[in-house]
């Protein structure tokens, strides 16, 4: 991987400041459940194919071997959080929106020594191939969040499986894999159909979450550090998003509440480890097509 370092690397501050500028205007939701693209409604079809930026840029990130989908015995199908027994927890962030914005999260988050999750939208990935590389290069994990980000557990089963399969082909082009886990788009739970696509799909475990952060409804940064604060505790799943300028701004006081309780943030396949608990290799290197 290349790095090229500035002469003079800004402040935290100042970065914060100036990301928060540059999208402030248009920063729109992308919360599940409460936020639905026009572009996104149009159903899955077989002539969807990838954009020359997705086939321009499919080389695996260097740096950090991807993981595909781990299967852990005893672990239910649907993974609402990890061991509570240990000091971490995992920030789970829903990938889409701002990419200038979503590079200052992610180096906010490192700069704390803190790796994610990030639950990629398949549009997002083709309009923004190089962010599988960014986020992989960082250390976090990458994942599925379905398609175009329609309302999954309410399709019929072709065109709910077309939208887990099309996402996982797009992270397999990029990355050699089809990431590590699979959440549902525009929805908490998985139902049980979408839980059998997925696991059809090659995800062994659907995930969910414990603490929900609100963030996609803007209510500011201090509301965001609240929300997380007050419900976290060891092993949970917090659901955070990117796109939005109030999430930046409150994931360094997140990140120092965490600290001060003697928890840290690691990926989700880490926090699965994080108790002991083993894992078998799931079938995460093939998707179905048909």
Request: a neutral charge.
């Given at each position: 991987m290349l790095q090229v370092s500035p002469p003079s690397p800004p402040s935290r501050r100042a970065v914060l400041r100036s990301a928060s500028g540059a999208v402030a205007a248009t920063t729109c939701g992308v919360g599940c459940g409460h936020h639905t693209d026009p572009a996104s409604s149009r159903p899955a079809g077989p002539t969807d194919a990838p954009s020359s930026g997705v086939a321009s840029d499919r080389a695996t990130p260097a740096g950090h071997a991807p993981r595909?989908?781990?299967?852990?015995?005893g672990l239910p199908p649907r993974i609402t959080h990890g061991p509570r027994g240990g000091g971490a927890v995992a920030l789970t962030f829903h990938g889409q929106g701002d990419p200038d914005l979503a590079r200052s999260l992610l180096s906010e988050a490192e700069r704390a020594g803190?790796?994610?999750?990030?639950?990629?939208?398949?549009?997002?990935?083709?309009?923004r191939p190089e962010m599988a590389r960014r986020i992989l290069d960082g250390g976090h994990e990458l994942g599925n969040h379905t398609m175009r980000h329609r309302a999954v557990c309410a399709l019929p089963a072709d065109e709910a499986y077309a939208e887990i399969t099309e996402c996982a082909d797009r992270l397999r082009r990029l990355t050699g894999t089809i990431g590590s886990w699979f959440r549902p788009s525009q929805a908490r739970t998985a139902t049980d159909l979408v839980t059998r696509l997925a696991d059809r799909a090659g995800y062994p475990h659907v995930l969910s979450y414990d603490v929900d952060s609100l963030d996609f409804q803007d209510p500011g940064p201090d509301a965001v550090r609240d929300a997380v604060l007050g419900q976290v505790r060891a092993g949970s799943v917090v659901s955070l998003h990117f796109g939005h300028t109030g999430t930046l701004t409150a994931l360094p006081a997140v990140l120092d509440g965490l600290r001060r309780r003697g928890l840290r943030a690691v990926t989700t396949t880490e926090l699965m480890h994080s108790d002991g608990v083993a894992a078998t290799a799931g079938p995460g290197t093939r998707t179905e097509t048909g």
């Amino acid at each position: 991987m290349l790095q090229v370092s500035p002469p003079s690397p800004p402040s935290r501050r100042a970065v914060l400041r100036s990301a928060s500028g540059a999208v402030a205007a248009t920063t729109c939701g992308v919360g599940c459940g409460h936020h639905t693209d026009p572009a996104s409604s149009r159903p899955a079809g077989p002539t969807d194919a990838p954009s020359s930026g997705v086939a321009s840029d499919r080389a695996t990130p260097a740096g950090h071997a991807p993981r595909g989908p781990a299967r852990f015995p005893g672990l239910p199908p649907r993974i609402t959080h990890g061991p509570r027994g240990g000091g971490a927890v995992a920030l789970t962030f829903h990938g889409q929106g701002d990419p200038d914005l979503a590079r200052s999260l992610l180096s906010e988050a490192e700069r704390a020594g803190a790796r994610v999750t990030v639950l990629a939208v398949g549009t997002w990935l083709d309009e923004r191939p190089e962010m599988a590389r960014r986020i992989l290069d960082g250390g976090h994990e990458l994942g599925n969040h379905t398609m175009r980000h329609r309302a999954v557990c309410a399709l019929p089963a072709d065109e709910a499986y077309a939208e887990i399969t099309e996402c996982a082909d797009r992270l397999r082009r990029l990355t050699g894999t089809i990431g590590s886990w699979f959440r549902p788009s525009q929805a908490r739970t998985a139902t049980d159909l979408v839980t059998r696509l997925a696991d059809r799909a090659g995800y062994p475990h659907v995930l969910s979450y414990d603490v929900d952060s609100l963030d996609f409804q803007d209510p500011g940064p201090d509301a965001v550090r609240d929300a997380v604060l007050g419900q976290v505790r060891a092993g949970s799943v917090v659901s955070l998003h990117f796109g939005h300028t109030g999430t930046l701004t409150a994931l360094p006081a997140v990140l120092d509440g965490l600290r001060r309780r003697g928890l840290r943030a690691v990926t989700t396949t880490e926090l699965m480890h994080s108790d002991g608990v083993a894992a078998t290799a799931g079938p995460g290197t093939r998707t179905e097509t048909g």
